[in-house]
């Protein structure tokens, strides 16, 4: 069992190396012709993010993987999200507009995290109209994450896909002083769409 | 905009594979990097690390050769060869990599897992050269060990607004700062205030470690315990947990944690210096022999193996009775080193050449005779000058260093060693009463 998941890791890990090396080679061309190719680059991304989770969650829904927790920074956090899909969306007419309004570091697993709500950011990207609203604030004992859009909303919040099930995953995973993260799906947010909450202790 | 200009910074690029070395190149110049050096391997790093300290190191996870870029942290933090202002850059394709880093004590600045865009490297290094700007007093009084002075930077820093963001880091520098000034209780209680927060392993490691140099041994155990069930990839935690089972004599169990780790680990050795130093308590000289040979002949890193290890070594072949090993390492250790040896050195290794060459040993050995009945020593000398004087019938040398070492700290460390030097010289029963007169005077202290 678990050696067939190390085959899968490194068969991963290798590709994933490999989607450096043309990331890289396309920067590189971008720069010397001034040239900008970043959908290319977007597509490589998108496939080694796409590798990643489905490796989180084999390991998730198989054997319950551990989380990797370090402090973070919720901020840098959606500068990362913005960097990863603004300029993507854009070529579609949407607008990703970042808040952030947290300013303590926050012990999470800054790379399943930042995945879960890129993730989150894809899906709004096929529903919404114009714009995707991406809003992190804190209380005192939780972390919000919430991404919403002017979609349609869900058309059905009881069935919950994959990446749904492995988000939910994720933020029980995260506990803290006894408590649990949590996700919540809802519609008619403030945008008139589809609403998607992280809350993490 | 970044903030930091990239092209007046030295870029070290660190990656045994042609190809990804060339595109971390190729991304780093896009970031606006104009000097970048390369190095594909570990030896190659240490080399132009040492020579030559760069601003920022991006440094893959694996190395090839059975080292890892964690490795090569560990290394350079080991020798002082990476200053706190440089920064220090993991690259990994691995996703493992995230749970070692939220693992152990030592961590790079900021890892980053590829593939990446320029954009997002370009974001992580003016991440942490805004970290590094904000400690950047801190780190100043931290190196010239002025503590107090570092310690009240953090304090500052803790209330201030900008600190929010570091309020992790902040927590973890009073840690390792207060453990660095031998203030083990204030390490304690700041460890404790991290756990308070979340329950990382390295915090909790860092509890452990501050017990076991308060001798709060049973406690230390309970909680080093806790780390090494719940993450079992954190190898540091075993060091430390082996540490804390020779502290309380339990060297099988020691040598058994180190030794499975250590497999895992090939190439660390000081992993193996603590493994060879278990195996000699536990009784197993060959492992030990053969660990420490191992050590002396590939721990390639110039000053790396020292003149401890030498004496270690040899002990370790006077303790398998093969004396002409043990007279050779010590023969063949350089004459200036041996004239440059401080008393205590002097004293280990005069009493093991007299124990693998009573002719080229003894006289030197009873010369410091003097010295050695009136001057406090470490525990492994104090074994050296014990046996050695064991050895020439020198009873009141020998009862004076078993005496103190019964009654110090790592009486429970060594005991079974001791007892069984004196076994070996028919006098158990000297043994025994001086065991007996170190009771009584811990009993009679405790009165008074």
């Known amino acids: ?201 | 905009m970044a903030e930091v200009d990239y092209s007046k910074k030295r870029f070290l690029v660190v990656d045994d594979q042609p190809m990804a070395r060339e595109s971390l190149r190729a991304i780093a110049q896009t970031v606006g990097a104009f000097a970048v050096d390369f190095a594909p391997g570990y030896q190659d790093a240490i080399f132009k690390i040492r020579n030559n300290t760069p601003d920022i190191i991006l440094c893959d996870y694996m190395l090839g050769d059975g080292r890892s870029g964690q490795q090569l942290l560990e290394e350079l933090r080991r020798f002082d060869l990476l200053p706190d202002e440089t920064i220090f850059m993991m690259v990994t394709g691995e996703q493992s990599y995230e749970q070692v880093v939220a693992a152990v004590e030592l961590v790079p600045d900021d890892y980053i897992i590829k593939p990446f865009s320029p954009d997002k490297l370009l974001l992580r290094l003016d991440r942490v050269a805004a970290k590094k700007k904000f400690f950047a007093s801190f780190y100043r009084e931290k190196r010239k060990q002025e503590y107090e002075k570092a310690l009240a930077i953090l304090a500052e820093n803790k209330g201030s607004e900008a600190g929010r963001a570091y309020r992790f880091e902040t927590l973890r520098q009073e840690a390792e700062v207060h453990m660095a000034a031998g203030n083990v209780e204030q390490a304690e209680t700041a460890y404790r205030n991290i756990l308070e927060k979340y329950e990382f392993p390295w915090a909790r490691a860092g509890v452990a470690k501050s017990l076991r140099q308060q001798n709060r041994l049973t406690e230390a155990r309970e909680e080093i315990e806790k780390v090494v069930a719940g993450t079992p990839h954190y190898f540091d935690a075993a060091d430390i947990k082996a540490n804390i089972c020779m502290a309380q004599g339990e060297h099988e169990e020691a040598q058994k944690v180190l030794d499975a780790v250590a497999k895992k680990t090939p190439r660390n050795y000081q992993r193996k210096r603590l493994l060879a130093e278990a195996a000699e308590l536990n009784g197993d000289v060959e492992t030990a022999r053969k660990t420490l040979a191992d050590v002396v002949a590939n721990d390639t890193m110039p000053g790396a193996v020292s003149i401890e290890d030498q004496l270690n070594l040899a002990r370790t072949h006077v303790g398998a009775g093969d004396l002409i090993s043990a007279e050779k390492v010590l023969l063949l250790m350089r004459e200036s080193e041996v004239m440059n040896m401080q008393l205590a050195q002097q004293g280990s290794f005069s009493a093991l050449l007299a124990l693998a060459s009573p002719a080229k040993g003894k006289p030197k050995f009873t010369g410091l005779r003097p010295a050695l009945l009136e001057t406090p020593l470490p525990t492994n000398v104090r074994i050296d000058v014990m046996h050695a004087a064991l050895n020439i019938n020198d009873n009141e040398l020998a009862d004076r260093q078993t005496k103190q070492l019964m009654s110090g700290d790592e009486a429970k460390k060594v005991f079974g060693t001791v007892r069984k030097l004196y076994a070996l010289h028919s006098r158990e029963n000297d043994f025994r009463e001086i065991q007996r007169q170190v009771a009584l005077q811990r009993i009679h202290h405790e009165e008074t």
């Open chain 1, 1 to 201: 069992m678990h050696q067939l998941l190390d085959v899968l890791a490194s068969g991963v890990h290798d590709t994933k190396n490999q989607l450096f090396c043309a990331e890289a080679h396309i920067a590189e061309t971008e720069k010397k012709h001034g040239i900008d190719l970043s959908e290319a680059r977007y597509a490589i991304e998108a496939a080694a993010q796409r590798l990643s989770r489905t490796l989180t969650a084999y390991h998730l829904l198989r054997d319950g993987a551990s989380l990797a927790v370090v402090p973070t920074l919720a901020e840098d956090l959606c500068s990362e999200i913005a960097i990863d899909q603004q300029k993507h969306l854009a070529r579609a007419g949407i607008v990703l507009e970042v808040k952030c309004e947290v300013r303590d570091a926050w012990p999470l697993d800054r790379d399943l995290i930042a995945d879960v709500l890129n993730n989150a950011v894809q899906n709004a990207g096929r529903h919404a109209r114009s714009k995707i609203m991406l809003h992190a604030w804190n209380d005192d004992t939780c972390l919000h994450f919430r991404v919403e859009d002017d979609g349609s909303g869900f058309a059905d919040l009881a069935t919950r896909g994959t990446g749904l099930l492995v988000a939910e995953r994720i933020a029980r995973l995260h506990q803290r002083q006894g408590k649990h993260g949590s996700l919540t799906l809802s519609n008619n947010g403030t945008l008139g769409g589809a609403v998607f909450e992280l809350c993490l202790p």
